[in-house]
Each structure stands twice: as C-alpha cells, then as structure tokens.
C-alpha cells in the first residue's frame, strides 16, 4: 500500500499546543495513514498516551518519545516503537546551531549510544538541505516537529508497505521512503542523496 506518515509531533502531553484528539483527526483530515507521538520525556506524564487506544480512528498512531540526551550540550532523539521493532531518528541538527563539522560529531557520538537509524533534514517542518551529504551515514527524513495547528502538514514521508506498524519502521530502516514538502510542492528519493 501507499502510505504517508508523520514521525515527530508534540501534544499537550509536553508542550504541544493540541490534544492527542486534535492532533488524530487534524493528521486524519490530511491525508495520513499514521503518525508518531513524540512528546519530550521530561515534561510527559507516564500514562498520557493511554488515551490513544480509546480513540476510535484508522490512523496509526505510535507512541514515541523525544529523548534528551547530555552529549556536551543537549541533543534531541525520537525512539519510536512498533510490535517489536524501534526507531531512532536524530532531530533537527540545524537547532543545533553550530559548524557543520560539530553536527557530525555529535550525531556520531550519539550512533556510539543509540542505534541510529536516521537524521531529520528539517526543522519545524522546513528543509535543511545542508544535512542532506554523505558525510552523515544515515537515512535523511522529513518531519513536521508540528507542535501548534499550523505546523501540521508542512513535511512528511511516504512509502509503499504493509499497514503495520512494524512494516513501516522496516522500510524506513531500509530507507524505501520518500521525502515531502509542502515548501517545494513534492517528494524526494531518501536513497539518493
Ligand atoms: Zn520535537
């Protein structure tokens, strides 16, 4: 099947400014098959996503988090689980704020920590082509990082697999995505950069 998903959205869990509800029929509206919750774990409350199985709706939804991690300043990973598959996506490297040369150390000395299986190559839903180079070994996705109704809908993925939760992370570690933008009106080959 063709789906189209998004892996990094906050809600009022952490500082979202939509409820779980809100953001489900909103992605729904749009034309999603799924999407990730991922609220930062410092500020989301252990039971918040409980909510979600009480939610009658053909999303897909994981429930994700936004790790803080201490890595000589702070950096940001989404762990996102399926049945028995999980997912770490380094965040928006361009918040980072710094030399292009630190960018990469960094995500590689989180890869000594985490099983990275991607970067994001936006941020807050706009493209960051600059991290988009063979020098970061991983699969480069788009995200919204939507935390207000706006941000919603700016960036996603799209992919041909199953309608499971661990087939989509599947193909996502293989890299059988495509990057979309509302920006540029289109996709990109994830493989080809
Ligand atoms: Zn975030």
């Known amino acids: 099947m063709h789906l189209k998903g998004g892996l990094h959205i906050h809600t009022t ?3 979202g400014d939509l409820t779980i509800s809100e953001v489900i029929r909103i ?5 999603y098959d799924f999407i990730a919750l991922t609220d930062h774990d410092y500020l989301k409350r252990p039971d918040c996503y409980t909510v979600v199985d009480q939610i009658n709706t053909d999303l897909i939804v994981f429930k994700g988090v936004e790790l803080t991690i201490f890595e000589k300043g702070y950096v940001h990973v989404n762990r996102i689980t399926g049945k028995d598959e ?19 150390q960094r995500i590689s000395a989180i890869a000594d920590r985490y099983p990275l299986d991607a970067i994001e190559v936006t941020s807050k839903g706009f493209r960051t082509p600059e991290y988009e180079i063979p020098e970061i070994p991983f699969h480069k996705i788009a995200t919204d ?14 992919m041909d697999c199953q309608r499971d939760k661990d ?8 890299g059988d995505f495509w990057n979309c933008y509302t920006e540029t009106r289109g996709c990109t080959v994830s493989g080809s950069y």
């Open 145 to 158: 990082d939507s935390h207000t109704r706006i941000g919603c809908g700016r960036a996603w993925i799209e």
């Open 13 to 15: 869990c952490s500082d």
């Open 27 to 31: 992605y729904s509206q749009l034309g």
């Open 86 to 104: 999980a997912l770490h996506i380094f965040n928006h490297p361009s918040e980072l704020d710094m030399p292009l040369e630190k960018v990469i």
């Open 167 to 174: 087939s989509i992370i599947r193909a996502i570690k293989n």
